[in-house]
């Protein structure tokens, strides 16, 4: 059974495998595409072994390998969950305290409940891959540490939705529920 991973915005769907007993996952991309009807490619991890790609192009080839292997540990985690339908309150990082504002490019954002102690603003945590940063809604970077393309993309986000941001902050700090916000 394949199970939905993420839909980027030019309408790819990422889907996944169970994990197979032999360890590996089966990662499919499909692109809607006018020229080929669809794009395809399958990944199988934890090897990164690549085949039956047809229609993407050398850079949508790179771009995706370096997208797989910035989500391959939630891909393989969620394999192991029965995908995102059985799992939509996992925390990744085993902290419910931690729940998850938004998700875009492999970026995943995050915000404590009662989090005022150690960093003294309202900030976001960013997580991509194996980096985390801890962010300032103003943009400034308080902790950790994220590759700068993702900064640019995560600080562009947090510009858009600063409103969002604050009023997500203001139920955080005070233990309330707040709303997922719109990815990029």
């Not at 991309?29 to 399958?42: L, Q, S, V």
């Not at 801890?134 to 590759?147: C, K, M, N, T």
């Not at 993702?150 to 233990?175: C, D, K, T």
């Amino acid at each position: 059974m394949m199970y939905p991973f993420m839909t980027l915005n030019d309408d790819t769907e990422i889907t996944h495998s169970e994990m197979k007993p032999d360890g590996c996952v089966k990662v499919y991309i499909e692109t809607p595409d006018e020229k080929h009807c669809f794009k395809h490619a399958t990944c199988w991890l934890p090897d990164y072994k690549w085949e039956d790609i047809k229609g993407y192009s050398d850079i949508e080839k790179n771009y995706f390998d370096e997208f797989i292997h910035s989500v391959a540990h939630l891909i393989i985690e969620l394999s192991q969950e029965g995908g995102f339908d059985n799992t939509s309150n996992i925390s990744f990082k085993g902290d419910d305290s931690m729940p998850e504002l938004s998700r875009f490019y492999g970026i995943i954002i995050t915000m404590y409940f009662n989090d005022t102690q150690q960093h003294h603003k309202p900030h976001i945590h960013a997580f991509y891959g194996d980096y985390e940063a801890v962010i300032g809604i103003d943009g400034e970077l308080l902790a950790g540490s994220i590759p700068s393309k993702q900064f640019r993309m995560v600080s562009g986000w947090m510009a858009v939705h600063e409103i969002e941001l604050y009023e997500a902050w203001n139920n955080a700090v005070q233990s309330k529920h707040f709303e997922k916000i719109k990815p990029l």
